[in-house]
């Protein structure tokens, strides 16, 4: 999720917190800045910025997706693998968002918009209403390929841009933007947001008698692909209990809710979520 405690962008565009594994890399700085500066320029109605990635960026892409695709292979939901599949993004070089868009649009309306810093989750949320998903575009860095503490365009467009052509997740994800933009409480925005949560960013479903990975944040994490089906994370999808339960984003999810199957999952945010 897009949570909030990221980088802002007043002057140095970019604050990336001590224990971010590219704070004492000041190029890492000056291309993570170069990347927002870009994003930040862009108004709706003009392209999309192309950033010109580095032979040491693609390699890296590479280096990640050599490790994730497989492991999404073996653990993630079939449906999923599906629509990565069909989607068939450039597994050697950093996908543009804008050769991604016209896809995007053509299969469900929505688009992927550069964003320069994470925004807070009921933002996010509205701009799911207008189908515009706010992705950023910088790679993580290179020290730490598995781990990164905030999305990076691995997680982007590993973890949601593939579910994002498929027109019953669109729709939800911009009905999710509908509750957050009719919310009257905060209370009610945090519902919203841990539904969100715990189900298009770390929903798991059965399949053929296993759990099976479906949300992006399980998609896009090798710590997590791998580990998420661990005894004792895994519980009965409950869309009470999801509401009321909390979630720490800087960590590996101690609780999961699982799904019969992704029907089921999409099944119960239909009726959760208002209608239009
Ligand atoms: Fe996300």
């Known amino acids: ?75 993630a939901s079939r449906f999923i693998v599906e629509l990565r599949d069909r989607l068939a993004f450039s597994q050697t070089t950093i996908p543009q968002l804008v050769d991604l868009n016209p896809l995007l649009r053509r299969a469900s309306g929505f688009e992927m918009i550069p964003v320069a810093g994470l925004v807070t989750p009921r933002a996010f949320l509205e701009s799911l209403a207008r189908s515009a998903f706010p992705s950023t575009q910088c790679i993580r860095h290179a020290s730490r390929p598995f781990y990164t503490p905030e999305p990076d365009v691995v997680y982007e467009l590993v973890g949601h841009a593939a579910t994002l052509t498929n027109s019953e997740i669109a729709d939800v994800s911009r009905r999710f933007g509908l509750a957050a933009s009719r919310a009257k409480t905060d209370d009610e925005v945090e519902r919203i947001v841990r539904m969100y949560w715990y189900t298009l960013e770390f929903g798991v479903v059965m399949e053929d008698g296993n759990p099976k990975a479906f949300g992006a944040g399980l998609l896009s994490s090798v710590d997590e692909l791998t580990l998420f089906d661990r005894a004792g994370r895994l519980q009965a999808f409950d869309v009470d209990d999801i509401a009321a339960t909390p979630y720490d984003p800087t960590q590996l999810q101690p609780r999961l809710f699982v799904a019969q199957s992704v029907e089921a999952l999409l099944g119960a945010l239909d009726a959760w979520l208002p209608k239009r």
């Not at 897009?2 to 971010?20: E, G, I």
């Not at 192309?50 to 695709?69: K, P, Q, S």
Request: charged letters at 30%; a positive charge; glycine letters at 2%.
């Open 1 to 75: 999720m897009h949570s909030t405690d990221k980088p802002t962008v007043p002057h140095d565009l970019v604050r990336l917190d001590a224990d971010h594994p590219g704070f004492r890399d000041p190029d890492y700085r000056a291309r993570r800045n170069e990347i927002a500066r870009l994003a930040a320029s862009h108004h709706t109605r003009q392209p999309i910025p192309r950033i010109t990635y580095t032979a040491r960026e693609n390699a890296l892409w590479r280096h990640i997706l050599g490790r994730l695709l497989p492991l999404q292979d073996e653990k």
